[in-house]
């Protein structure tokens, strides 16, 4: 199965720019590269995904680079509120139920102090 | 975006005692339904992928008879926790994937079910 890795925690500040970079060696070259935002008691919500260089939406940016063994989830000026988990899965989006996408890694507790 | 909902999002059972917990895809059909547990501070783990009209898919270690899953329709997965335990207790996960025209084939979760068993 393909193995990600994070920083198990990361502390920032308001307002500040928060990146959290995940490792991923074994990536597939059909796999692509999703972030999810997990608050306590709820279901993981889809941030961002991509394949290569960069995607940006209204929350956040995905930064790959051309090796794509490593991705950063850039999110811009956190607020309190962005105090949660975050997890990067790697796979197939198009896949049948392939467990690779769909292993979870340890995730990277964000705290946002005021 | 897509929406799938849980229900219920909170059960208390005593032990020995069945619960059934339902998973439904409300704008999306979903051949594929997954079902994650998750432990206090433990990131999620996936337990078996439900198949539309087939028997679910277990991952190692999960005991099918114990965790009974069924997919009758493209929009509904239930997940039985039969004699349930105190060990049992968990917050347990849905999610399915919408592979429509506007989809990218991302995840989506429901709210999640927190099952405590007494």
């Known amino acids: 199965l393909a193995k990600t890795t994070q920083p198990i925690s990361m502390d920032s500040y308001e307002g500040q720019e928060v990146n959290i970079t995940c490792s991923h060696n074994?990536?597939?070259?059909?796999?692509?590269i999703t972030w999810y935002q997990q608050f306590p008691s709820q279901g993981p919500r889809f941030i961002i995904q991509?394949?290569?260089t960069k995607v940006t939406n209204e929350v956040a940016s995905l930064f790959i680079p051309a090796d794509r063994k490593s991705s950063t989830l850039s999110l811009p000026r956190v607020s309190l509120s962005d105090t949660a988990v975050y997890y990067c899965?790697?796979?197939?989006?198009?896949?049948?139920?392939?467990?690779?996408?769909?292993?979870f890694g340890s995730g990277t507790q964000l705290t946002v102090l005021p | 975006g897509a929406v799938v909902s849980q229900h219920p999002s909170r059960v208390i059972c005593k032990s020995g005692t069945s619960v059934k917990i339902e998973c439904r895809s409300l704008?999306?059909?979903?051949?594929?339904m997954f079902w994650y547990r998750q432990f206090p501070k433990q990131s999620l783990m996936l337990m078996a992928t439900?198949?539309?009209?087939?028997?679910?898919?277990?991952e190692q270690g999960v005991e099918k008879d114990k965790f009974l899953i069924n997919h009758a329709s493209l929009t509904l997965s239930t997940l039985t926790v039969t004699s349930a335990h105190p060990e049992d207790s968990s917050f347990y996960i849905c999610?399915?994937?919408?592979?429509?025209?506007?989809?990218?084939?991302?995840?989506?979760f429901g709210e999640g079910s927190r099952l405590t068993v007494l």
């Open positions: 999610s399915a994937r919408d592979h429509g025209g506007r989809g990218t084939g991302e995840l989506f």
């Open positions: 074994n990536i597939a070259t059909n796999d692509y």
């Open positions: 991509g394949y290569k």
């Open positions: 899965l790697v796979g197939d989006p198009s896949g049948s139920g392939s467990a690779r996408q769909l292993t």
């Open positions: 704008d999306f059909q979903a051949t594929t």
């Open positions: 439900s198949n539309e009209g087939s028997k679910a898919t277990y």
